[in-house]
Nanobody, 122 residues
Framework: QLHLVESGGGLAQPGGSLRLSCAVS????????IGWFRQAPGKEREGVSC????????NYAESVKGRFHISRNNARYTVYLQMNSLESGDTAVYYC???????????????WGQGTQVTVTS
């Protein structure tokens, strides 16, 4: 059975950093694209970043370009999202998801983690 578990969320001050981890089990990580999404209260779930199948390419939402960095360690079955220069607008529940290809639309992903809360506040 496929599982994804996020960790690393918490409180951060504006300008601070957090690193989220997505630990996967039950499947070979390199065979899947892994996306990070976030959902703030009252808003739709939005794509943040994605690492393509095998990790050969990455993409980012315009709102996080230059601040967030996605990486993966296939041998450790973990995908990371390094978040720097955090802003209050980054406050949301962050989810990782596995699918066949990177896409902004969550419907393209088959498996989801339970989410981890990120709160940016002074």
């Amino acid at each position: 059975q496929l599982h994804l578990v996020e960790s690393g969320g918490g409180l951060a001050q504006p300008g601070g950093s957090l690193r989220l981890s997505c630990a996967v089990s039950g499947f070979t990580l390199e065979h899947y694209a892994i996306g990070w999404f976030r959902q703030a209260p009252g808003k739709e779930r939005e794509g943040v970043s994605c690492s393509s199948r095998g990790g050969g390419s990455t993409n980012y939402a315009e709102s996080v370009k230059g601040r967030f960095h996605i990486s993966r360690n296939n041998a450790r079955y973990t995908v990371y999202l390094q978040m720097n220069s955090l802003e209050s607008g980054d406050t949301a529940v962050y989810y990782c998801a596995a699918g066949g290809t990177c896409h902004d639309d969550p419907v393209w992903y088959d498996y989801w983690g339970q989410g981890t809360q990120v709160t940016v506040t002074s």
